[in-house]
């Protein structure tokens, strides 16, 4: 069973924090994904990472940053927290030889 | 870029009624259509997808079909039950890794 894990399921920030954001997957998957999902928008691409240190803006990386320095972890960046970055953060991973992602929990974040 | 357009937002049914979904894509590049099933309080998981290369594809009560002219993607579930309560994503990519998803739709299968 692919396992993907976020390290909140719930976190409560103020405006102008640094955030962190992690997601460990246990597949050996070369793909991992960020995205945010909120009513009525369904999910969003933030960014993409295709390999270590390789990444790709998806549709709204305004106010994120990533990193992947392990090929298994994929960080997502809140640089100055902002109250409309207020959402459901979900983290995914996918292998090269299957589109299927594979979701985590999911982090409720929410900006004060 | 992709837009992918998805109706209804809420459809209510009976059990044991049929229930449609139905998804527009804007870029005709795209050629791989996935659905994908959200529990309340769960993750979102694939049930199935359908590439550009065949015009439908079913897995017992889901089926899925595609209309590459038009441009556009449907979800059908039979025999609705309980369990089927969720909300489903549609989502469209040209390379597969890319997913573009519509906003959602709240399917509620009353007993």
């Known amino acids: 069973d692919v396992k993907v894990t976020q390290s909140s399921r719930y976190l409560v920030k103020r405006t102008g924090e640094k955030v962190f954001l992690e997601c460990v997957q246990d597949m050996d998957h070369e793909n991992m994904f960020w995205y945010r999902q909120d009513p009525g928008l369904g999910l969003r691409l933030i960014y993409f990472?295709?390999?270590?240190?390789?990444?790709e803006k998806g549709d709204i990386p305004e106010g994120y940053s990533v990193s992947r320095e392990k090929k298994e972890r994929f960080s997502l960046i809140l640089e100055s927290a902002s109250t409309n970055q207020t959402s459901m953060y979900l983290c995914?991973?996918?292998?090269?030889?299957?589109?299927?992602?594979?979701f985590g929990p999911g982090t409720r974040l929410t900006v004060t | 870029g992709e837009n992918v357009e998805q109706h209804p937002s809420t459809l209510s049914v009976q059990e044991g009624d049929s229930a449609v979904i139905k998804c527009t894509y804007s870029?005709?590049?795209?050629?791989?259509f996935p659905w994908y099933k959200q529990e309340l309080g769960k993750r979102p998981q694939l049930i199935i997808d359908?590439?550009?290369?065949?015009g439908e594809k079913k897995d017992q009560r889901i089926a899925v079909t595609l209309n590459k002219t038009a441009k556009h993607f449907s979800l059908h579930i039979t025999e609705t039950q309980p369990e089927d309560s969720a909300v489903y994503f549609c989502?469209?990519?040209?390379?597969?890794?890319?997913?573009?998803f519509g906003g959602g739709t709240r399917l509620m299968v009353k007993p």
């Open positions: 990472s295709y390999d270590v240190k390789m990444k």
């Open positions: 870029d005709s590049a795209s050629n791989y």
């Open positions: 359908i590439r550009s290369n065949v």
């Open positions: 989502a469209a990519s040209e390379a597969g890794n890319m997913l573009t």
């Open positions: 995914a991973s996918s292998g090269s030889y299957s589109y299927e992602q594979y």
